[in-house]
């Protein structure tokens, strides 16, 4: 038997031995007595002690190291999620020529791409609606121009007898 015990706040390790005894050529029997052992564990608490100081340094460090590691890693992440902030902002501002760089093949790289595709559809739409718009315009002016010749014609006519008809009273 073995149990470890503090005595006089020191560790130690006592074991219990039961002494036996033996005849010639008889089967060994307890005598009844108990040895004990007391072995000082103080190089062994020495040990423990330092295996937990050195844990805790390398624990410390481990951690530090871990934290520095995420900052880059999360650095990483967020710089082309701020480019695309940036670029939708640019955007927003009627900058429509804006185009994100997509590199790589993660998700955000994904979204780069269906960001700069969404681009240049909307600058495509915007381009057309210009070109509508001034065809449209265009057209105005031309039925414009068109109504006004016989219009003054007609006007002119009006006068006329207007002045016609003003003459006969």
Known sequence: MF????VD???????????MY???GTEPRLSGLVMYLEVP???????VEAMVRGIER???????????????AASGVLRPVRALRRATRRMAA?????????????ELADLSHSFNEMAAELERTVRELRRLEAQGRRFVAD???ELRTPLAAMSMV????????????
């Open 22 to 24: 033996s005849g010639e």
């Open 94 to 106: 009627g900058h429509l020529d804006v185009r994100l760089d997509a590199t790589g093949s993660d």
């Open 9 to 19: 706040g020191k560790p130690r390790l006592v074991v219990g031995m039961p002494v």
């Open 3 to 6: 149990q470890r015990m503090n």
């Open 41 to 47: 564990q103080t190089t062994e608490a020495g040990y």
């Open 58 to 72: 390398a624990t410390l460090v481990a951690l530090c190291l871990a934290v520095v590691l995420a900052l880059l």
């Open 143 to 145: 039925v414009s121009h």
């Open 158 to 169: 009006t006068d006329v007898l207007d002045l016609e008809g003003k003459g006969d009273r």
